[in-house]
């Protein structure tokens, strides 16, 4: 019994994931409807051009089947933002931020950082991931900080499915009605 107990806790150990979140000033609980999903920048030496848009696209879908409205603006208004500040958080100075955001109405900001490391030798290779969401109101305010640490790779769906599920529901707990 003991044996089997340890042989589970080594499988399930490795697969673990958490996820926390810091809050700041934030608005009144519920006032929060409309969700901008802004710059996701992912950080890794395999390349694959479409992670931050997948994980972009299926945060939107979580927030949505929260009851948020979701925008998110074109790829073309993205890039004009500013690169990510000395923490590794994508930032945005408040004068473009006031400039490329005022077109579409919103009460909450998403921008993140993805980014997955793989060591080891060829025999046995580990993977880890961090996901790093900065949280904006309107105005340029940083209000939020959540981080999703998982030994799962972002470019499967079902740890993607998990990720953003696992941060949408600290949102919607931390900003929803």
Known sequence: MRL???ILAAFLLPACASVEMHTGKRPAKGTVKTVLLGNFEQRTLAYDPYVAANFRDALAFELFQRGYAV???REKALKKLSPADDQGV???KEESFKSETAHPRFDLRVD???W???WGDTLKTRTGAVVT???SLPDGTKIAEARY???DPLSDPSSVRKITRGL????????GN
């Not at 949408?168 to 900003?175: C, P, T």
């Open 4 to 6: 089997t107990l340890v």
């Open 71 to 73: 925008v998110i603006p």
């Open 90 to 92: 994508a930032s945005v």
């Open 112 to 114: 993140g950082v993805l």
């Open 116 to 118: 997955e490391s793989r």
């Open 133 to 135: 969401v900065a949280m």
């Open 149 to 151: 640490v998982t030994a």
């Open 168 to 175: 949408a529901g600290k949102i919607y707990r931390s900003f």
